[in-house]
């Protein structure tokens, strides 16, 4: 057996196993990446936009959380994995802000949700 031959094989469990090739690893962590890139931001944003409108709400109520306990848990447990995420993406060289939602997308769920005409 030829030394490339021996090299392609690795053992598991006594049997010997030809590897795949690396190259569709690496194609499927760098689309991992740009996914990571471009949806961690979009997500957190569109995360903002809900607690805007909610603390727009809840203002009206005298700052009553408008969300029952259920609700409120799962979009502080979503904030709290986004930020999380956040913070692991540099392990995997991946590099994306949190910006606040744009006023446009605030305003389309203040329509949507409130049904207001501003």
Known sequence: ???DALQSRRPTGGAAVVSKPREPWH????????????????????????????????EEFDSEDPLVPPVR???????????????LLPHVDVE??????????????????LRQDT
């Open 27 to 58: 194609e499927a962590m760098a689309a991992l990446g740009e996914s990571l890139r471009e949806g961690t931001p979009w997500c957190w944003q569109e995360l903002r936009a809900v607690e805007t409108v909610l603390d727009e709400v809840a």
């Open 96 to 113: 994306a802000d949190l910006p606040e939602p744009d006023d446009e997308r605030v305003e389309w769920l203040r329509q949507r949700w």
């Open 1 to 3: 057996m030829t030394n």
């Open 73 to 87: 848990n799962v979009l502080d447990k979503t904030r709290q994995d986004l930020v999380d995420l956040h913070s």
